[in-house]
Nanobody, 127 residues
Framework: QVQLVESGGGSAQAGGSLKLSCAAS????????MGWFRQAPGKEREGLAF????????YYADPVKGRFTIWQDTIKNELYLQMDRLKPEDTAMYYC????????????????????WGQGTQVTVSS
């Protein structure tokens, strides 16, 4: 059974940084996507950054491109999101997610209906 647990959320000033972690368990040898999402009150959930098993080039959504970095440690079974140059509009609940898919990185970001989700970690950015 796949389980995902986020941590690292908190408060930061605009222009500051935070690092989120996602401890993952239950993965086998299947091809899979992993991603970071966020949702603010009154807004739709949006995908931010994605990785595909065995791949080395992530995909980033435009609002975070150049500011956020996603990577994974396959030995520790952890996924990370480094968030730099934070903006107040980055304030949201952040989630990591995983799904078993084929098709490479394109399959990860073209469909955000992931099967497995963490509980979320709150990020608040002040002006």
């Amino acid at each position: 059974q796949v389980q995902l647990v986020e941590s690292g959320g908190g408060s930061a000033q605009a222009g500051g940084s935070l690092k989120l972690s996602c401890a993952a368990s239950g993965f086998g040898a299947d091809s899979r996507c992993m991603g970071w999402f966020r949702q603010a009150p009154g807004k739709e959930r949006e995908g931010l950054a994605f990785l595909y098993t065995g791949g080395f080039v992530p995909y980033y959504a435009d609002p975070v491109k150049g500011r956020f970095t996603i990577w994974q440690d396959t030995i520790k079974n952890e996924l990370y999101l480094q968030m730099d140059r934070l903006k107040p509009e980055d304030t949201a609940m952040y989630y990591c997610a995983a799904d078993f898919r084929r098709g490479g990185i394109h399959a990860c970001w073209m469909n955000n209906d992931y099967k497995y989700w963490g509980q979320g970690t709150q990020v608040t950015v002040s002006s």
